[in-house]
């Protein structure tokens, strides 16, 4: 076993080296405008669905879009995994960013057609998407380790996670303001971000991949990869955790109903809701690349998820616009610091040439957490309303964490990223 620890480097190490310097700013950008498709894509659907349906079954319509990206992902992603490790993952993700290029286009068509229409084209840009997230996840966060020494990949995960964050609140927050101009123009904004990262990404020079144990037929590839999982109960506890915590307390596919029929705001406060998760999480993401956690790594993670939980019921219950976007930063925080964990936790203990498959893994759970999730919070919303929906889900995640930390406890009782056992 290796004895990892995170190792004290200036703020800034990591992006001395230039590759990881280019595919982090690829990352950034691309992330800024999926977070602005989101929203767009939400306020253009509910708003669409109020001209002739009542709150809840607008609601349960925000809900079915998740479900259009989970489908084709959980077909896909177990072959995404084993594409990642089996052929070019810089090639896998240029071609997964061509086809945002073309899903953007698509919706920036929408816009323009008769409602039924529109319909039509956003479930099945929803669709599209959900191919892509089969494929781009995996090679990204396969390829991304390798782009700095092990020792310094706590750091570059923790920058990894503040750049998203960082996307998580600029893209929101502009899409607000040009969707006030039309939808079309958040869409044209997204487009030229998608290119712009696939320049990048072309430029970025890759080290070569490990394809010494992918020559096996893709059924062994599976067998491999699901294998790896369910026998690493560290791994496999942290990636359930996040399954089941999202699944049942994951309340962002209601924002625009929040936002629109709750606080009665406008696009400008959808902004300001789907931001304020990633400012909570980036004040911790860029506290982690400065000083990591280093003791007790377990016992964080679990009660991280204890106080998402909590902010989730405060957001349910919540009437004011500005309370609300707190308690949703609060939980942003908490999540930041399980994904932390888990992400450090899962890297450091999965062999290079499987990271793909397990990618594909972490990618499978964490879909079915979202878009299965958003999916569940709409109908939930359909049946229970939107706001019981949301603070059960939050009293859920509260009792999931002390499920789990008697279901795992190698995984409670994780102490350093050393103990997810590392095999050189």
Not at 152 to 175: C, D, H, K, T, V
Not at 211 to 231: A, D
């Amino acid at each position: 076993m290796s004895n990892i620890k995170a190792p004290r480097l200036p703020p800034l190490g990591v992006f001395r080296h230039r590759s990881y310097a280019q595919f982090w700013f690829m990352r950034v950008i691309a992330s800024m405008g999926l977070q602005m498709q989101a929203v767009a894509i939400g306020w253009q659907i509910y708003n669409l669905a109020r001209d002739s349906m009542n709150i809840e079954k607008s609601a349960f319509l925000l809900g079915m879009v998740g479900l259009a990206q989970f489908v084709p992902l959980f077909f896909l992603s177990l072959i995404g995994g084993q594409a990642v490790d089996k052929y070019n993952r810089k090639i896998i993700i240029i071609l997964a960013l061509l086809l945002e290029v073309v899903l953007s286009a698509t919706l920036m068509l929408s816009t323009k057609s008769p409602t039924h229409m529109a319909f039509i084209m956003i479930f099945s840009v929803a669709a599209g998407f959900g191919v892509i997230r089969a494929f781009l996840p995996p090679a990204m966060s396969a390829l991304g380790p390798n782009l700095v020494p092990r020792e310094e990949l706590p750091q570059a995960i923790a920058w990894n996670s503040l750049g998203f964050q960082g996307a998580s609140i600029i893209g929101p927050s502009i899409a607000g303001f040009l969707y006030i101009s039309g939808a079309v123009n958040v869409y044209l904004t997204c487009l030229i971000l998608q290119i712009i990262a696939v320049l990048v990404i072309i430029l970025t020079q890759t080290p070569p991949q490990d394809y010494s144990k992918t020559q096996e037929k893709f059924i062994v590839l599976i067998k491999e990869g699901l294998g790896f999982v369910w026998n690493n109960k560290i791994v496999l506890g942290a990636i359930s955790l996040d399954l089941a915590v999202v699944l049942l307390a994951g309340a962002t596919a209601l924002m625009p109903v929040f936002a629109r029929d709750i606080l009665h705001e406008n696009a400008k406060a959808l902004g300001i809701l789907r931001a304020a998760p990633s400012v909570g999480a980036a004040l911790v993401a860029l506290i982690l690349a400065i000083n990591p956690i280093r003791e007790k790594v377990g016992l964080w993670m679990f009660g991280a998820v204890c106080v998402f939980g909590l902010a989730t019921i405060g957001f349910g219950a919540s009437r004011v616009l500005y309370l609300s976007a707190f308690f949703l930063a609060i939980a942003g925080a908490a999540d930041m610091i399980s994904v932390y964990v888990r992400q450090s936790l899962m890297q450091l203990a999965t062999p290079d040439n499987m990271r793909g498959r397990v990618g594909a893994v972490s990618t499978l759970f964490i879909s079915a957490s979202n878009e299965l999730g958003e999916f569940q919070s709409g109908l939930a919303a359909r049946f229970l309303g939107p706001v019981m929906a949301v603070i059960l889900g939050g009293f859920g995640a509260i009792a999931v964490a002390g499920a789990w930390m008697k279901l795992f406890k190698p995984l409670k009782d994780a102490n350093q990223f050393s103990d997810a056992q590392i095999k050189d």
